[in-house]
């Protein structure tokens, strides 16, 4: 079998696998750095929501702490926002008149516009087409507790600075946003959307996941956030198989999948009759079928070198049957334009990926994992440590490279996104989207 190497970015050492499917046994540099690469890493409690009722929504403004908000809602712009959505000259006016109910409610309010636009984004739902990611920022971050807090401390700007995204990302393109003159327009507003997106996310993805850019066509493997690995990537063609939103759980690698073939192929397409009417063809491609009493045939595809999802798959269960595979068609990660798929993410050097993750999730060992991926048998390891994936959509973002650039809007998300950054803030927003949940019949096959 061909050595697999389980590339490590940022000049971190490779573990290698040796002849005959497995690891050298001896203790060699490659095994010093393979713990460099992978430490014992213990993660973070969650940060849960406080059980404690909420204050309340409307609290007393000092002169000292509305003048602070008034010097946050000037200088908002640097964060992609705008001034004009948070009633800047009602606040100037009422800072002068003194202290009363009016100042309270308007300034209170104001505050609960920035901690919505500042940690959930401004853009309303509507505009989020096939996002589906739900947002525990919410629950972490709550409102109420958040006034309470810049109110009893006088840290109106801290507070609500604690709210941004701690991606390296949205630094990056704040930074662009600062460096780009208001002549270019069109760019600026570009760089507002994407921030935005980011506060579409939680605040802090982990110290441990899988993150994927579509238009980019790129996995990323982040561990102690440092990216140790990328992937090129096949997604969703644009349509009803466009690849969402999203923000899953991984939960097993399952190595020489078997790949149970939709209906709409069976029968659509007429495979099941293929199959059963020529069995030396069915085993040369892997396929079983079975024709049940009611006449109803399934068909599934066998492990092996040709079957349909490759060597490996990540099991993340989610309405829309989203996962990453791999596939035997790895030409294709040469394309330009790698929209190709049904929706599910074929992903480059997936062996060394799924052998990434089976460690990483602490299922198996260096030496388990390897006799597993080269048995040829369907083997799902779970995997124990917590490991989310991101399936995002930005298009301006770091590449690859570390360069800031923009990318082909493959589906035409951009559209809705810039058009309500010129549209007033939208008021008592829902939180949860209403598009459409699209189930993928997932067709893993070449050209499909």
């Given at each position: 079998?061909?050595?697999?190497?389980i590339?490590l970015?940022?000049?971190i050492?490779?573990?290698?696998?040796a002849?005959?499917?497995?690891?050298?046994q001896q203790?060699?540099?490659?095994d010093?750095?393979?713990?460099?690469?992978?430490?014992?890493?213990?993660?973070?409690?969650?940060?849960?929501?406080?059980?404690?009722?909420?204050?309340?929504?409307?609290?007393p403004w000092s002169?000292?702490?509305?003048?602070?908000?008034?010097?946050?809602?000037?200088?908002i712009?640097a964060e992609?926002?705008?001034?004009?959505?948070?009633?800047?000259?009602?606040?100037?006016?009422?800072?002068?008149?003194g202290?009363?109910?009016?100042r309270?409610?308007?300034?209170?309010?104001?505050?609960?516009?920035?901690?919505?636009?500042?940690?959930?984004?401004r853009?309303?739902?509507?505009?989020?087409?096939?996002?589906?990611?739900?947002?525990p920022?919410?629950?972490?971050?709550r409102?109420?507790?958040l006034?309470?807090?810049?109110?009893?401390t006088?840290?109106?700007?801290g507070?609500?600075?604690?709210l941004?995204?701690?991606?390296?990302?949205?630094?990056?393109?704040?930074?662009?946003?600062?460096?780009?003159?208001?002549s270019q327009?069109?760019?600026?507003k570009?760089?507002?959307?994407?921030?935005?997106?980011?506060?579409?996310?939680a605040?802090?993805?982990?110290?441990?996941?899988?993150?994927?850019?579509?238009p980019?066509y790129?996995?990323?493997?982040?561990?102690g956030?440092?990216?140790?690995?990328?992937?090129?990537?096949v997604?969703?063609k644009?349509g009803?198989?466009?690849?969402p939103?999203l923000?899953?759980m991984v939960e097993g690698?399952?190595f020489?999948?078997?790949w149970?073939v939709?209906?709409?192929?069976?029968?659509?397409?007429g495979?099941?009759?293929?199959?059963?009417?020529n069995?030396?063809?069915?085993?040369?491609?892997?396929?079983v079928?079975?024709?049940?009493?009611?006449?109803?045939?399934?068909?599934v595809?066998?492990?092996?070198?040709?079957?349909?999802?490759?060597?490996?798959?990540?099991?993340?269960?989610?309405?829309?049957?989203?996962?990453?595979?791999?596939?035997?068609?790895?030409?294709?990660?040469?394309?330009?334009?790698?929209?190709?798929?049904?929706?599910?993410?074929r992903?480059?050097?997936a062996?060394?990926?799924?052998?990434?993750?089976?460690?990483?999730?602490?299922?198996?060992?260096r030496?388990?994992?390897?006799a597993?991926?080269?048995?040829?048998?369907?083997?799902k390891?779970?995997i124990?440590?917590?490991?989310?994936?991101?399936?995002t959509?930005?298009?301006?973002?770091?590449?690859?490279?570390?360069?800031?650039?923009?990318f082909?809007?493959?589906?035409?998300?951009d559209?809705?996104?810039?058009?309500?950054?010129?549209?007033?803030?939208?008021?008592n927003?829902?939180?949860?989207?209403?598009?459409?949940?699209i189930?993928?019949?997932?067709d893993?096959?070449?050209?499909?």
């Amino acid at each position: 079998m061909r050595n697999w190497i389980i590339t490590l970015a940022t000049g971190i050492a490779g573990a290698a696998l040796a002849g005959g499917g497995a690891f050298a046994q001896q203790e060699t540099a490659a095994d010093a750095s393979f713990d460099e690469a992978f430490p014992q890493m213990v993660s973070e409690p969650m940060v849960q929501g406080d059980l404690a009722p909420p204050g309340p929504m409307v609290q007393p403004w000092s002169a000292q702490n509305l003048a602070a908000l008034i010097a946050v809602i000037e200088g908002i712009g640097a964060e992609g926002l705008d001034p004009k959505d948070y009633s800047l000259p009602e606040l100037r006016a009422l800072g002068t008149a003194g202290q009363s109910e009016d100042r309270d409610a308007l300034a209170s309010k104001v505050f609960v516009w920035l901690v919505e636009d500042l940690r959930d984004g401004r853009a309303p739902m509507e505009a989020r087409v096939q996002w589906f990611v739900v947002d525990p920022d919410r629950d972490r971050f709550r409102t109420s507790d958040l006034l309470t807090q810049a109110l009893e401390t006088g840290d109106v700007a801290g507070t609500l600075a604690k709210l941004n995204p701690t991606h390296p990302d949205y630094a990056r393109l704040l930074d662009e946003l600062a460096a780009t003159p208001a002549s270019q327009a069109s760019k600026r507003k570009l760089i507002r959307a994407n921030m935005d997106r980011w506060r579409w996310l939680a605040r802090d993805l982990g110290t441990q996941y899988l993150i994927t850019n579509v238009p980019e066509y790129q996995l990323r493997l982040t561990v102690g956030d440092r990216i140790i690995s990328t992937y090129r990537t096949v997604v969703g063609k644009p349509g009803r198989t466009a690849t969402p939103q999203l923000a899953e759980m991984v939960e097993g690698v399952v190595f020489n999948p078997t790949w149970t073939v939709p209906q709409s192929i069976v029968m659509g397409e007429g495979l099941g009759a293929r199959v059963l009417g020529n069995p030396a063809w069915a085993r040369a491609n892997g396929y079983v079928g079975t024709r049940g009493s009611n006449g109803y045939i399934t068909v599934v595809q066998q492990p092996g070198p040709g079957n349909s999802l490759g060597r490996m798959k990540l099991e993340m269960p989610n309405p829309h049957a989203i996962f990453f595979h791999d596939t035997p068609s790895r030409n294709l990660f040469g394309n330009a334009n790698r929209a190709l798929s049904h929706g599910c993410i074929r992903t480059e050097r997936a062996l060394e990926l799924a052998i990434t993750m089976a460690i990483l999730g602490q299922g198996a060992t260096r030496d388990e994992a390897v006799a597993i991926a080269t048995s040829g048998e369907y083997t799902k390891v779970p995997i124990k440590k917590e490991m989310p994936a991101y399936i995002t959509y930005f298009t301006m973002a770091t590449d690859i490279e570390g360069n800031m650039r923009s990318f082909d809007d493959i589906y035409g998300r951009d559209a809705p996104v810039l058009a309500s950054l010129d549209k007033p803030r939208v008021q008592n927003r829902s939180a949860t989207t209403d598009d459409e949940v699209i189930v993928i019949e997932n067709d893993p096959r070449a050209g499909v």
